[in-house]
């Protein structure tokens, strides 16, 4: 076994062949031997050296020397076994979610978080890329849940913290605490279905009712026993809207598409992390939607596939929350230089109950 070795390469035109066969009759070690287009290289040892030099200038070939593994050291190194498996493990490790932080003062709210994550599977060791969408893991944690007006994410490589937004107070009891009333008509409109919460029905499903009218009492007979109660709830029904408007005939819009994720690769001995969190993030994850901005113009033949959902949207953001429009029809539209107005009816359904005060003279007295 030869301790220390050396790589050698002879070429030139003399007899490469001639000293060749003088090494191995001499028994001088020689390891990886190749002879490519009269060019031998091979490794041998200090004993081998000595044979060399003395007979190269003899057989006329040119040697070079150099200490085998000096060049290649570091190669060695990145090429070992272990170096593997060091860089494999951060890199696979890379893939997953590792921590899960919220970030509350309020220990209930950051238990009822919890909770909903482990529920929808957000917890640590989760592939990265089987992870919903900002918006969906945001539906899903203010699900009945009044206290949150808003959630947002912070994502650094492996680890992810939940900032939930708290409501303002709410001002129910205001409502809670008033007078007793009644549940009149807002508008006329055909009911369709009734949710009370106190109080008697008035009216009934299918009747037509016009504004003004007693949809739910808060006045309760029993016999000769009368007891004031108030009524509280919701009444809704179908009625007719008429709508009008006037928009600009060039109508600039924003579209927000589908989210965009850039992967970044870095190597180990790369990474700048301040916080000094293990495992080192492989790959940096920028997420970012995807927006189109444009102008386009309204035409005749648009009505129905442009300007009434235009409108449609206009109408529930402005007045109705909770309404749904069930039908339209266009009465008129008018196109001109610059502007598009007209007319339409929509039908709507929605809550058209709203509170009176039972006058005091109808209150049992003693």
Known sequence: MMRKRFEVKLSGDGNLPGLLTKLITTRTKIASLSVVD???RFQTDRNGLRVIRRNRRHYRLKAEIKVAGIESGSNRIFSSKRFLIACLIPFGASFFLWTVDIESNIPEVVDRIDKKLDKISIVPLKPLASIPDEGEIRRELMLDDPALSWVRFERVGTSLTVIPMLSPPSNDKIEKDGPPSDLVARTGGVITRFELKKGERVGRVHQTVKEGDVLATGILEQGDKTTIVGADGAV????????????????DFQLQGEEIVDYTFKLPW??????????????????????????FELKKGMEETVLIPLLKNKLLSDSFSKAIILDEKVLHVTFDNDKVSGTILFLINDNIAVKRLIPKETEPIG
Do not use: C, H, N
Not at 236 to 251: G, M, Q, T
Not at 280 to 295: H, I, L, N, P
């Open 236 to 251: 809704y029904a179908d009625y007719w809207v008429e709508y009008s408007f006037s928009l600009p005939k060039k109508i």
């Open 38 to 40: 009269g060019v031998a």
């Open 270 to 295: 790369d990474q700048q992390d301040e916080t000094g969190r293990f495992p080192w993030s492989f790959v940096k994850t920028d997420r970012y939607m995807k927006e189109t901005a444009g102008q």
